[in-house]
């Protein structure tokens, strides 16, 4: 049993940090978290404008706000997740995010992350370039939750 995750971030540098996670479950139903970036233990002040209003629409204002602390996200994660044998991301980029949010938090995740291209290897027959292909068909959002779908979308067409 395998679930996907997404992270949505400040922007695509090494001071980013995230701001939402996404995730869904195999039985259909996900969730998503926006992550109040004043919680972290780290100075999280980097913000990309252009991120912002390209791609995830999301203000620092909104979260700060609307935000969970990061200790709260990292708990809810490792909660609802440590029971799957598999949990996978479409970037490398969501595994460096996945860090520095545990790190904020001084906490571990009671999971381990896989890019799906490397947990792909493990099919005969299947490859990266396949997934590549079904993601290439599907319109993401660029919010965490709805890509999380989406990428597990793309994993299933690969699989069936």
């Not at 695509?12 to 039985?27: A, M």
């Not at 909660?79 to 571990?108: K, T, V």
């Amino acid at each position: 049993m395998w679930v996907t995750l997404d992270f949505e971030s400040s922007g695509l540098c090494d001071e980013s940090y995230p701001i939402e996670v996404g995730y869904s479950l195999p039985d259909g139903t996900s969730y998503s978290l926006l992550i109040d970036p004043l919680s972290s233990s780290e100075s999280w002040v980097q913000w990309d404008d252009n991120a912002e209003r390209l791609e995830h629409g999301i203000s620092r204002a909104e979260l700060e706000s609307r935000g969970i602390p990061v200790q709260k996200v990292c708990r809810h994660l490792n909660e609802n997740l440590f029971c799957y044998d598999h949990i996978l991301c479409d970037s490398q980029w969501d595994l460096f995010w996945l860090g520095r949010l545990y790190r904020a938090a001084h906490m571990r995740p009671s999971f381990t992350l896989k890019e799906v291209g490397h947990w792909l290897g493990n099919f005969d027959g299947v490859c990266r370039e396949d997934f590549t292909q079904a993601m290439s068909n599907i319109t993401f959002l660029h919010r965490a939750e709805p890509d999380a779908r989406c990428i597990r979308r793309a994993l299933s067409s690969v699989l069936s």
